[in-house]
């Protein structure tokens, strides 16, 4: 089951980022007394309770009043066109008001447009420093939205009770959340790249199509087939827009089906269009999927637009390696799927990757492998003393994941990780999948 969704709403310079930080435990989003600071949402995973969800912080919703007496309209429009898709996108709401500012208009019509969400909205008072502004919370109860609880982002008191109630409120698996045999292949990008282009040239195949079932992903469809005798699952994040007219800020509110289809997914095929640069949103995309440890193709669309040469698709792989440096395992499949060239090949290198995440190296080749790379370069030491390597194991797979034993293991630079996971990739390939790799102790290579 992906992650549920948790929004922070509210008017602006009410707190959110600041509890969102408190939240998170990291100073990620920008905090400023001044309204209107966070304009992009920001996202992170926290968990409480042992239920891990995604925290997501919005801009200030203001009234169209508000927006046109703004210095920054257009600015401040988008902002609240983006709050209102975090809004569309969660499963849970918090909705922020501040005790030191007290109930005001915007509070209402915030409270309006969350009452006709239909969602579980819990209200937090923020900035009740004191004992006054605690029992002023009371005054939110006018709202509609059930008790306030009284909180302090800064202070980090009440975001215990905070936490609770969204634990209470989130959604829990059910019956329906089954696995179908096989692994899962999400397909995500940017919109108009041409994902839904890419789902209908794979489906007009001559292929065997168990099933199409609604996805967890809301307005995603899960297609179940059979691809040259293998079950797979397509899920398809393409269709996106909700009927009627695209909103402002549609972009950002992708990124969060985006998220949610990775969490299901085996492999992730990250669609981007040949005609136009990488994006901010592909390499936001790109980082979401390692550090979930997925698999990974690049799929390249509307390969037909291009004017090629002998060197075209060489030059553009060296130009992804610099823009996608964190994923530079990724394989890249050059398409038109408007002409369903070389579609196929997406789905055959997706299962490859299935594969790859699988692989399982041998103790002995492993221990062989490790023996050579330390003799051509040793380990330096932060301390200046000489690191002894024992031995190396593989502890799982999907993805794949090493343990390495030796005499200081906090004593190893990162690089030296980098250096190991090139060579075990130089041997092994592990194409398209990340690599987990760990160093212990002399101790724990006793046990």
Known sequence: MPKPIVAIVGRPNVGKSALFNRLIGERVAIVEDEPGTTRDRVYGTTDWRGMEFTLVDTGGLQDEE????????????????????????????????????????GDYEVADLLRRTDKPTI????????????????????????????????????TGDLLDAIVEALPHSDEEDLEFEGPAIAIVGRPN??????????????????????????????THLEWNGTPI???????IRRRGRVETGI??????????????????????DATE??????????????????????????????????????????????????????????????????????VDLALEVVQERKKRVPTSALNKLLREAVA????????????????????????????????????????????????????????GTPIRISFRGREDAEL
């Open 123 to 158: 209200l937090g008072a923020n900035k009740a420093d004191n004992v006054e502004r605690r029992d002023s919370v009371y005054e939110f109860f006018e709202l509609g939205l059930g008790q306030p609880i009284a909180l302090s982002a800064l202070h980090g008191s009440g």
């Open 376 to 431: 051509n370069h040793p380990p330096s030491s932060k301390t200046g003393k000489p690191i002894k390597f024992f031995y190396g194991t593989q502890v799982d797979i999907e993805p794949p994941t090493f343990v390495f034993f030796c005499t200081d293991p906090k004593a190893i630079h990162f690089s030296y990780r980098r250096y190991l996971e090139n060579q075990l990739r130089e041997q092994f390939a592990f194409t």
């Open 233 to 239: 699952t397509l899920i398809d994040t393409a269709g």
């Open 277 to 346: 640069p990488f994006t901010a949103q592909d390499l936001h995309i790109a980082g979401y999927v390692e550090e979930q440890k997925k698999g990974i193709v690049v799929v390249v669309n509307k390969w037909d637009l291009i004017e090629k040469d002998t060197y075209t698709m060489d030059e553009y792989r060296a130009h992804a390696a610099k823009e996608l440096v964190f994923v530079p395992y990724a394989p890249i499949a050059f398409i038109s799927a408007k002409y369903g060239q070389r579609v196929h090949q997406v």
């Open 251 to 272: 972009e950002q509110y992708s990124v969060l089906r985006s998220m949610r289809a990775i969490d299901r997914s085996d492999v992730v095929l990250l669609v981007v």
């Open 193 to 222: 790249v041409g994902k839904s282009r890419l789902v209908n040239a794979l489906l007009g195949q001559e292929r065997a199509i168990v099933s199409d079932v609604p996805g967890t992903t809301r307005d995603s469809l899960d």
């Open 66 to 105: 508000e927006i046109e007496a703004s210095t920054v309209a257009e600015i401040a429009r988008r902002t609240r066109d983006q709050a209102r898709s975090a809004i569309g996108e969660a499963d849970v709401i918090v909705f922020m008001v501040d005790s030191k500012s007290g109930l005001t208009s």
